[in-house]
């Protein structure tokens, strides 16, 4: 492996795993919205919540594109007031895996928060705990090996994300060039040798997410 | 102690519940058959469910009033329920499950002590291990000293022995005597059994389809 390479290794791990992380917090949120409350529009939101899921990823990038674009609706925010570009550069990565990754996170997490049986959360209510309380230690612990496993899933999305990636961000060598763009990439340029490192790599990976999360869950159980 | 229960309507699936009723001995009896609404009832007091109309009081404390638009949160109702299945968290050690409520107490402090609690219910030898490893009698037990360590003003109990076999019920019901007869707290005590109202309850309600049919004193207490 080469050092540029490895830099495409690292960056894929790295950015895939930042978009887990910033989607976590509001992932929850959502999954506790609609796993927990009824409001008006809920199946709506629910529905574009999925839709990332469903929809062929090269189009998710081509509403990507339009909307992070510097003459898009959210794009344009952050050009003009925060001068940053965010299309074909690591943010767009970024919000590629991420968009691409949500349905997993808040579909796993909603599921596991829904078998959570709501009497726990009453009866704590009655001794006393607020509703912040009541999630920290009741309904986060209870639900928590579901949210690991919904985490893992975005994870394992995110690194491999392809068709959002190539619409916003593109193939840029030490920009945006992720594991599964550079082995496209390899391929299309011959390099043989080079796409099976990086496959290699990915297996290597996957396998490792997967046996994390087997790991974590036998914990889990004691 | 004083309960107001007045106007008090919850629609149900069947039939709607409407109970009119002011209890003032220290353990009332609420009788009658599966389905008739007695869970339905707890919950209202607890405010757990919102009902259609209520105006509910313990000792002049207003707990909901929806013709004013009153409906205090539960956490802050100061009211011990323990539910049928009851509800201990399970992944928590038996100590954490009965220190949840512990620190949210009044502000003159806990109303009953740790040790004292534990005593009384025989739980010292319990408090290290997790809930999943415990008898039956052991986790009705544990229910009952948390909901009494969270310094509750009235005490809900439903179907509390309704699980347990005969013989456990036999050793259950000097504890539930001690309970009542050390902590000096008004209960609701919730049953379909003519024996736990004869051993327990000054008073009964009876209720049928979400109506009182109903009511009688306990003269004498069994010893």
Redesign the interface.
Known sequence: MTANEWQVVGFTAWVAALSTLVILPPGLAVAWLLARHDWPGKSLVETLVTLPLVMPPVATGLILLKVLGRRGALGGFFHDRLHLDIVFTWRAVLAALGVMSFPLLVRSAQWALEQV?P??E?????????DLRVFF??TL??ALRGIIGGVILAFARALGEFGATIMVAGYIPGKTATLSLSIYQSVQLGEDATAYRFLGVSVALAFAAVWASGWFMRRQRR | MNLLLQNISLPLADFTLEIDAQLQCQVTGIFGPSGAGKTSLLDLIAGLRQPASARIALNDRVLTDTAAGVVMPPRLREIGYVPQDLALFPHLSVRQNLLYGHRNGRETGPLFGFEHVTEVLQLQPLTARGTGDLSGGERQRVALARALLSSPRLLLLDEPLASLEAGLKAKIIPYLRRVRDEFQLPILYVTHDEQEVLALCDEVLEMQRGRMTGRRRINARNP
Do not use: C, K, S, V
């Open positions: 049986n009497r726990f009453q009866i704590a209510r009655t001794l006393g705990a607020g230690t009741i612990p209870l």
